[in-house]
């Protein structure tokens, strides 16, 4: 497809309507003067190809586009293309029945703009899409390849040259149509949300609450009926037990006004038994006065003077004694000073002698190496003088050192000589001695066999034993483990039931309904189903539970009603079946609102701060869903009554802040939290299972190895016996003399080896002294070049001699300043600190002795005062109880006259209760007449049907149903339905 025609009208510089014919298909140029509009004909083609970037055309709008903008009369400007399409493999899709293809684009003066195909107008995108299909994408920055942009794309980068060759491969199209469809997805899913936002956020809220509504007018029409039945049953029952009382009335009456006569008789018996223990009471107290004479009085005054002179004295004695034993206590205070000094001097004094050894050390150390200088130097002026250093360190001449040499070899081989003589010798006895034992050896070949097959008995039963695979101190260990586990399972059960006697409500047993009944339908108490990770929310959260940490988790209604009926539990429970309940979780967003009023950290939902398994996850809900938990009784207060939170806070310690108005809190026992003891009953309980678990194991391993211990023992037996066999033989073989006979030619080898090893030292020894006298001799050879390196030799080891000497000495001098330091802190300083305490010590003991005068005296006039009080007290004792028998019958008489008192006022008691009953039952009687005339005339169905009050199986039998539950639940609907 290629360029035939281009029409031109309006366009740029183009007023008039201007036609270019006859295009090239392979190649087009157009040539004139400046100004004559040659570009403005590249820019009609691109403008109908649609570019995008009107940059390259060289205006900034469409507008620009048109002749003079529009001001010469000229509104509108239209560019026409026709295509050439006979080559139908370059064909647009769509249009291959067309062999021309004219496109027009036009733009007018305001901004609008219109392209027509063919004479159909078509959209941007269908165009594009059109010349996009035969790779004619304008947009594309290497479409045109304009002036100077042919070096750009000869140094193209492989990423752009790869972009140009999708574009003129034709795959970019479906690229950015694939991106084009993203965004719609994108635009689509956006739009997708927002509905789904709107039935969240507007049309599920409005559908529940009229479901809730439907809901709550029928639960209105069932509590409307059920409360018409209950009025009626406790109308009738409240009816007949008014009727009861009306009838019942007259008989009560006379039986009370008995007991009121009764009554009066006992009250004037009381009466004047009490004016006779008067009279008694009067003439006891005359005769205790006259009794309690002045003699009393001086006894109880001498008493007081004397335990205020005891007190007097006791307290010197205790300041006294306070003054010994502070005393006491400055002498031991002295003491340890005196023993610490003299450990100090102890140490100091060990120090000094350490650091006198060292410096001795160093002293010899330094006479040592002033020593090895001399005699470096000494053996540098001898290598001088062409003396060297011999074996011994002797300084000899070369032929002296190399006369020496040759002695120390004679005697080298003179003692080779011995040892070899020796070593024949020893050569010939063993041959000798081999020749008697062959002699013996069918003797000595059965006894060894015995002792063979002894061991072979005993290599036996130990390889039966080792089969076996017994370990005796596996074995004791195990039992002592079965010990020490058997304690601890007992230590752990006393546990648990301490914890569990502690916490009875706690305990929940239940029998199995039926033979096949599943126990894992009943998930367990509330408190059993989760834990407090974190123990301080723990009194939090047993005040949120409340008692449903008591309430019993099913799967669902069924299993519950069997439990109730069937499970023979012991006390009443409510049932939580997971299938039916309902929570009210407080929102997330509502928990974030909070979080940020006070903080993270300090506000959480009791619901996140406890774990519990999945499957109980609807009853945690229940329990704690709808509170809040906070750290303070400020930041609990300020998220409670905060607008956009209203929900019911706990703190920590267990108060509540209620947004409708109530606050819970006061003195509560945090030492007893439920939750925090239950946490402790399941770890016990845990340790039990473990240590129960560990001693089935043991026992196990126990019972297995107790097969083997039968064969183990009878075994280990039969080894201790052949193990005695085996060393009888032994010894038995080791006294024979053939026996004796090898051990000596063992033994004579063994000196053989020896020699051998002897003769090889000496050959050794005689080839080094060779060597050495052969070395003598090249040194005598070369005695010039050898002395050169002797002396170098010996001005080195001077070197080193000297700055080892110089070491030395620094160090021998820093060790004597040191002695000196420590001698003088010694004896100077530590000497007469010592000496200061040993000189305070006696004035402190003659302090002591001083003071221990003092407490005797005190003790002695302590002791006088004690013995005067005894004889006043014995004498005071006997006064009183002349007095107490007086007393006595006194308080018996006052008893009996505040008995007769007590029985007169119970009778007057009694007497009120039984005329205020005479009048509370002619009252009731009244209101029971007057209840019964009321309910005939208020309740016209009671007329027709009271014959059938308290009748059997009838709608009013009142032994089968519970009236004061029934007329509670009245109520309570009577309120629900309000």
Request: with cysteine; charged share 35%; net charge neutral.
């Amino acid at each position: 497809m290629y360029i035939k025609e281009v029409i031109i009208d309006g366009f740029k510089s183009y007023a008039q309507r201007t036609h270019v014919k006859n295009f090239d298909p392979m190649f087009n140029a157009i040539t004139g003067l400046n100004g004559s509009g040659k570009s403005n004909i590249l820019d009609a083609i691109c403008f109908v190809l649609g570019i995008s970037n009107l940059s390259q055309v060289r205006a900034t709008s469409l507008q620009e586009l048109v002749y003079k903008n529009g001001q010469a009369g000229i509104t509108k400007a239209s560019v026409t293309i026709v295509f050439d399409n006979s080559d139908k493999k370059q064909t647009p899709v769509g249009y291959e029945n067309f062999d021309e293809l004219t496109i027009t684009r036009q733009v007018v003066v305001g901004g609008r703009n219109r392209y027509l195909i063919n004479g159909s107008n078509a959209n941007n995108n269908r165009v594009s899409d059109l010349f996009r299909s035969v790779q004619l994408n304008i947009n594309n920055p290497h479409f045109l390849i304009m002036q100077g942009r042919i070096t750009k794309v000869l140094n193209m980068k492989p990423k752009e040259i790869l972009s140009m060759i999708e574009e003129a491969a034709g795959t970019s199209l479906y690229e950015s149509k694939k991106q084009s469809a993203l965004k719609t997805i994108e635009k689509k899913d956006n739009k997708l949300t927002d509905i789904n936002k709107i039935l969240d956020e507007e049309l599920n809220p409005t559908l529940e609450k009229l479901k809730a509504e439907r809901a709550s007018y029928l639960e209105y029409q069932k509590i409307q009926r059920h409360i018409e039945t209950l009025t009626r049953l406790v109308v009738a029952y409240k009816y007949t037990r008014a009727q009861h009382v009306d009838q019942n009335a007259a008989g009560e009456v006379l039986s009370l006004q008995d007991q009121i006569n009764t009554v009066d008789n006992d009250v004037v018996a009381s009466k004047s038994e009490i004016e006779r223990l008067k009279e008694e009471i009067s003439r006891l107290e005359q005769t205790r006065k006259g009794q309690a004479s002045s003699k009393l009085e001086v006894l109880e005054s001498e008493m007081t003077d004397i335990s205020k002179r005891e007190v007097k004295a006791t307290s010197d004695l205790d300041n006294v004694l306070d003054a010994v034993r502070q005393e006491e206590k400055e002498k031991e205070s002295m003491l340890r000073s005196i023993a610490n000094t003299e450990k100090l001097i102890s140490n100091k004094s060990e120090e000094l002698t350490a650091v006198r050894e060292e410096a001795e050390k160093y002293k010899e150390l330094e006479e040592k190496e002033r020593g090895n200088v001399e005699r470096a130097e000494s053996n540098y002026t001898q290598v001088q003088a062409g003396q060297m250093e011999g074996e011994d360190g002797e300084q000899l001449t070369y032929t002296e050192h190399l006369m020496k040499l040759k002695d120390s070899l004679s005697e080298a081989q003179t003692a080779n000589q011995q040892a070899n003589l020796k070593l024949a010798h020893s050569q010939s006895s063993i041959k000798k001695m081999e020749t008697d034992c062959k002699k013996a050896e069918w003797e000595i070949a059965r006894e060894k066999g015995e002792f063979d097959t002894a061991v072979t008995v005993v290599e036996g039963v130990e390889r039966r034993i080792e089969k076996l695979g017994f370990s005796q101190e596996v074995h004791s260990e195990l039992q002592n483990e079965k010990c020490e586990l058997e304690n601890k399972v007992a230590k752990a059960s006393k546990q648990v039931n301490e914890l569990v006697n502690k916490f009875p409500q706690l305990q929940f047993d239940y029998v199995s309904p039926d033979r096949h009944f599943d126990r894992s339908r009943v998930k367990g108490l509330v408190a059993d189903l989760f834990t407090v990770p974190d123990n301080q929310y723990a009194m939090a959260l047993e005040v949120a539970a409340g008692g449903r940490l008591y309430n019993v988790v099913t799967d669902n209604e069924d299993t519950s009603a069997l439990l109730i009926k069937h499970g023979q539990l012991r006390r009443r429970y409510v049932m939580i079946p997971l299938n039916k309940i309902r929570s009210n979780v407080i929102d997330r967003e509502v928990v974030n609102s909070a979080k940020r009023l006070v903080g993270g950290d300090n506000c959480h939902l009791a619901l996140d701060v406890i774990q519990f398994d999945k499957q109980v996850e609807p009853a945690m809900k229940f329990c704690f869903g709808g509170v809040l938990i906070c750290k303070t009784k400020e930041q609990a207060k300020k998220v409670a009554f905060d607008k956009s939170v209203k929900r019911k806070v706990i703190t920590l310690e267990g108060d509540v802040y209620d947004p409708a108005g109530t606050l819970t809190g006061g003195s509560r026992n945090t030492s007893r939290c439920v939750l925090k003891e239950l946490s402790a009953c399941k770890q016990s309980r845990s340790d039990l299972t473990q240590y129960k678990e560990q001693y089935r194991q043991v026992e196990g391993e126990l019972s297995k190895m107790e097969r083997v211990v039968h064969q183990w023992e009878e075994l280990t037996g039969q080894l201790r016996l052949k193990k005695h066999e085996r060393d009888l033989l032994e010894e038995r073989l080791k006294q024979t003399s053939h026996y004796k006979d090898i051990e000596e030619l063992r033994r004579t080898k063994e000196d053989l080896a020896k020699q051998k090893e002897i003769v090889d030292n000496f050959n050794d020894k005689e080839k080094s002294l060779l060597k050495k006298c052969a070395e003598v001799e090249a040194k005598m050879k070369n005695f010039k070049s050898e002395q050169e390196k002797e002396l170098k030799k010996s001005e080195k080891r001077i070197l080193d001699a000297k700055s080892k000497l110089n070491k030395c000495s620094k160090e021998a001098k820093a060790k004597v300043n040191k002695l000196k330091e420590l001698e003088l802190e010694v004896s100077s300083e530590l000497a007469k600190e010592l000496e200061g305490l040993r000189e305070q010590l006696p004035k402190c003991e003659e302090a002591i002795a001083a003071a221990q005068e003092l407490v005797e005296g005190a003790q002695l006039k302590l002791t006088e005062c004690a013995a005067v009080r005894e004889t006043l007290a014995a004498e005071l004792g006997a006064q009183r109880e002349l007095i107490q028998q007086c007393s006595a019958e006194i308080e018996n008489f006052v008893k009996e006259q505040k008995a007769a008192e007590k029985q007169i006022s119970s009778c007057g008691i009694k007497l009120k209760e039984l005329t205020h009953k005479l009048s509370k039952l002619n009252k009731e009687a009244s209101e029971a007449k007057q209840q019964v005339q009321y309910y005939l005339n208020n309740y016209e169905w009671i007329a027709s049907e009271k014959q059938y009050f308290g009748q059997r199986d009838t709608a009013y039998d009142f032994e089968k149903q519970d009236l004061k539950e029934s007329d509670k639940k009245l109520e309570r609907l009577k309120a629900s339905k309000e």
